[in-house]
């Protein structure tokens, strides 16, 4: 049987030219024009892979991801974004989005992606089976890096490693948080045991309790198998709490209790399992922050953060950039066999000089995209993404003088979005030193 495409796009052309191509490749496809549209096919029929583009006339590419991720939870989802979109995109892919693809669209590209995540969805382990550790990720195969800030995240991974606390992996969206946690697992003493990924992100409120802890037959509407929940998977192992920021106050109280008690009652149960498991989790927001605000337990970030680990931003790992790029290079012409040979050294000045916003996953996207555009040797800068070469054009601000030093800062705060972060990096001082500045000029944010 064919698998079933859905392709969501408010350019009326464009969707029909896409769903002529795929059908073309054996695919069965139908096209939806609105959100509405996309809604009302996806509650008749279940799609293996949902197309989307970010903005629509009636409503945006996120909300459809949610809708998707509430119905049917193994249903693949592609982000069809254009440059200005692709920190959204960046930001979907936590909630449980496989991939976005820049427009313009390229046939082969889009189509390479499909056949990708369907591969995922075939080597998924079913629902309610026990999930094996999987050990040949393709982010188990990253190399480590030279530079001292990859020196010294490795000292600390291979520091907590062989102990049983709990780790707190903090870093951007594509900083390989996951990565940290399999190579932590990996040199634990529980290695043999299985790793159990969880993304915290894109599991609704409602069937929170079921992915966690899981149910028994019958237990409520849908129902209709028992199902082991992660804790029960994970047990002897590790499990991997991605994104723990995003989890709702009432789920954070139940998590708090089985992490407390090592114990766990699927949903319908009226007996107790014991669970031995080791917890990492990870975050791209600050949850100290978070504890204040009340939006995250005082209590449960305690028992998580035994240990910290701060994943570096790709920018900040200046003399891996070129290693990292080399290993792209090297998957992607094993993956769209291609033999490409390197980069061009306008493409190595502007990969230096870049500030990689989506970090690692960023660099592995573009760097597909241009070996796939690539028709040399060599990758040359005209086939990478226009927000990068826009960004060479606006080289960082630099402070010269006193005087012209508060409409400098001003300058990268707007440049910047007003990201303090990135802003300091476009200034090249540190976030202290911008902290200060701002507080000199009384500049308020």
Request: aromatic share 8%; hydrophobic share 35%.
């Amino acid at each position: 049987m064919s698998s079933k495409i859905l392709v969501i796009d408010d350019d009326t052309s464009f969707c029909v030219m896409l769903k002529t191509f795929l059908q073309k490749k054996g695919y069965e496809v139908t096209n939806a024009f609105t959100a509405r549209e996309a809604e009302n096919a996806i509650k008749d029929q279940v799609f293996d892979v949902v197309l989307t583009d970010i903005r629509l006339p009636d409503s945006d590419g996120i909300q459809i991801l949610k809708s998707i991720k509430e119905v049917s939870f193994n249903t693949q989802v592609i982000l069809m974004t254009g440059y200005t979109d692709i920190k959204t995109a960046v930001s979907a892919m936590k909630m449980g989005a496989y991939d976005y693809v820049g427009k313009p669209i390229n046939p082969d590209e889009i189509l390479h992606t499909i056949e990708q995540c369907l591969k995922k969805k075939t080597d998924k382990p079913e629902a309610n089976s026990p999930k094996k550790d999987n050990t040949a990720t393709s982010e188990a195969s990253f190399v480590k890096g030279i530079s001292s800030t990859s020196n010294q995240l490795h000292e600390y991974v291979s520091l907590v490693s062989p102990t049983n606390m709990s780790v707190l992996i903090i870093g951007d969206s594509g900083t390989g948080k996951e990565y940290i946690a399999h190579t932590i697992h990996m040199q634990s003493k529980r290695k043999g045991k299985p790793f159990i990924p969880v993304d915290c992100g894109a599991i609704p409120k409602e069937l929170a309790s079921s992915e966690f802890f899981g149910h028994i037959k019958g237990s409520f509407t849908g129902a209709i198998n028992d199902k082991v929940g992660h804790f029960e998977a994970a047990n002897g192992g590790t499990l991997f709490l991605d994104e723990v920021g995003n989890l709702s106050y009432e789920v954070q109280i139940q998590l708090l209790r089985a992490l407390q008690e090592r114990k766990v009652k699927p949903v319908g149960s009226n007996h107790e399992i014991k669970v031995d498991i080791r917890v990492i989790a990870a975050t791209n927001e600050d949850l100290s922050e978070a504890v204040k605000r009340g939006d995250f337990r005082e209590d449960l970030y305690h028992r998580l953060n035994e240990f910290c680990i701060q994943a570096p931003r790709l920018s900040e790992r200046k003399h891996d950039i070129m290693i990292f790029a080399h290993h792209f290079l090297a998957q992607a012409n094993e993956d769209l066999e291609k033999d490409i040979k390197g980069f061009d050294d306008e493409v190595i000045d502007l990969f230096m000089n870049y500030d990689w916003p989506g970090n690692l996953r960023e660099m592995k996207n573009t760097i597909k995209r241009s070996v796939l555009l690539t028709k040399e040797d060599f990758v040359p800068i005209e086939v990478l993404p226009q927000e990068m070469l826009s960004a060479s054009e606006n080289p960082p601000v630099v402070l010269y003088t006193k005087e012209n030093e508060e409409a400098a800062i001003r300058q990268a705060l707007e440049q910047a979005g007003f990201n303090k972060s990135k802003a300091a990096k476009l200034l090249n001082i540190d976030r202290k030193t911008l902290y200060n500045k701002l507080k000199l000029y009384s500049i308020d944010l």
